[in-house]
């Protein structure tokens, strides 16, 4: 494990970028095998009895390779890069701009409220679009999936990111932050992976019932 870690690290050194990338893409593509056999074993919940569902349940389970190579992807291509010059960027912005001490509350909490209502937002709505068109849906069909499964995961994951986030901006040097979001985002992209499979479950209209929306 040591001997990893320090190759992690020169790799790190030597193309940061790119080792957050290749990192990104392999950690989402695991939560969404997570995601997958979250999914099979605790469809029954759904409240689907009809018979073709219940032989499905019967099935063994078996890897969508597809989907894991299209969640890997959305890691790749939009985690890994975005993710990195997001936290650079970021504490670049709060140190130089703002001129606020480095960890201290007020620079914390600045970093913890910017990724919160900036980055977490965009992550989703990218991820649930990309998704959808990876699916081969239309804009309407996407636009429907986004009204259905955005609300819900943004207050779930607004209840657990901050207090992780608060220890990374504390204690994390910002070259390994990402790194250490990618271990949250291990659970993170399994989560959104098992939200979007959900379709149409009852639990989101109840979450989305405590919000003063019409």
Same mark, same amino acid.
């Given at each position: $494990?040591?001997?990893?870690? /320090?190759?992690?690290?020169?790799?790190? #050194?030597?193309h940061?970028?790119?080792?957050?990338? *290749?990192? +990104?893409?392999f950690?989402w593509?695991?939560?969404?095998? #997570?995601?997958?056999?979250?999914?099979?074993?605790?469809a029954?919940?759904?409240?689907?009895?009809?018979?073709?569902?219940? !032989? %499905? %349940?019967?099935?063994?389970?078996?890897i969508?390779w597809k989907?894991?190579?299209?969640? +890997?992807?959305?890691?790749l291509?939009?985690?890994?890069?975005?993710?990195?010059?997001?936290?650079?960027?970021? %504490?670049?912005?709060i140190?130089?701009?703002l001129?606020?001490?480095?960890?201290?509350f007020?620079?914390?909490?600045?970093?913890?409220?910017?990724?919160?209502?900036l980055?977490?937002?965009?992550?989703?709505?990218?991820?649930?679009?990309? $998704?959808?068109?990876?699916?081969g849906?239309?804009?309407?069909?996407i636009?429907? %999936?986004?009204?259905?499964?955005?609300?819900? #995961?943004?207050?779930?994951?607004g209840? *657990?990111?901050p207090?992780?986030?608060?220890a990374?901006?504390?204690?994390?040097?910002? /070259?390994y !932050?990402? &790194?250490?979001?990618?271990?949250?985002? &291990?659970? @993170?992209?399994?989560?959104l992976?098992?939200?979007?499979?959900?379709? @149409?479950?009852?639990?989101?209209?109840w979450?989305k019932?405590? &919000?003063?929306?019409?």
């Amino acid at each position: $494990m040591l001997k990893l870690w /320090r190759w992690y690290q020169n790799c790190l #050194a030597v193309h940061p970028v790119k080792t957050q990338v *290749i990192s +990104s893409g392999f950690i989402w593509g695991a939560g969404d095998v #997570a995601a997958q056999y979250v999914t099979h074993y605790t469809a029954k919940t759904r409240g689907v009895t009809n018979e073709s569902h219940s !032989q %499905d %349940d019967k099935k063994e389970f078996k890897i969508n390779w597809k989907r894991v190579s299209t969640t +890997s992807l959305f890691g790749l291509a939009f985690v890994g890069p975005v993710g990195h010059y997001w936290y650079e960027g970021l %504490d670049k912005f709060i140190r130089h701009r703002l001129l606020l001490k480095p960890n201290s509350f007020r620079f914390v909490a600045a970093k913890v409220g910017a990724d919160g209502f900036l980055f977490g937002p965009l992550d989703l709505l990218v991820f649930f679009t990309y $998704m959808g068109f990876s699916a081969g849906k239309s804009v309407p069909q996407i636009k429907e %999936d986004v009204k259905r499964d955005f609300l819900p #995961a943004l207050i779930l994951e607004g209840g *657990i990111w901050p207090v992780g986030q608060v220890a990374n901006f504390r204690y994390v040097p910002v /070259r390994y !932050q990402l &790194l250490y979001a990618n271990f949250f985002c &291990l659970l @993170d992209s399994c989560f959104l992976s098992w939200v979007e499979q959900q379709q @149409d479950a009852p639990w989101k209209e109840w979450v989305k019932s405590f &919000l003063p929306l019409k």
